[in-house]
Nanobody
């Protein structure tokens, strides 16, 4: 079992920044990758960024456009998503996810609202 808890969401003005954190606990040594997803109202959940554990590489969705950076602090079992130049279309619930032992785990999500 892997437990994931997101934090750091909130209300921010267009052009602003937020940093999300995802704290992982449980059987995390089997995690193949961890990722950030988001779901806007009326839309399907989409991938934002994914970090592969073995290679240490990170892939981003095209819409990120160098505005977001995801990182992991293995000592703290925490993954971060630094989001800069946020726009209204970035408004969504952001979810942390981990894939381990053929199972996808999800956090409860954190709301990010970009509005003037």
């Amino acid at each position: 079992q892997v437990q994931l808890v997101e934090s750091g969401g909130g209300l921010v003005q267009p052009g602003g920044s937020l940093r999300l954190a995802c704290s992982a606990s449980g059987t995390i040594f089997n995690v193949v990758y961890m990722g950030w997803y988001r779901q806007a109202p009326g839309k399907e959940r989409e991938l934002v960024a994914i970090i592969f554990s073995s290679a240490g590489t990170t892939n981003y969705a095209d819409f990120v456009k160098c505005r977001f950076t995801s990182s992991r602090d293995n000592a703290k079992n925490t993954m971060y998503l630094q989001m800069n130049d946020l726009q209204s279309e970035d408004t969504a619930v952001y979810y942390c996810s981990a894939y381990a032992r053929l199972r996808q785990y999800w956090g409860q999500g954190t709301q990010v609202t970009v509005s003037a």
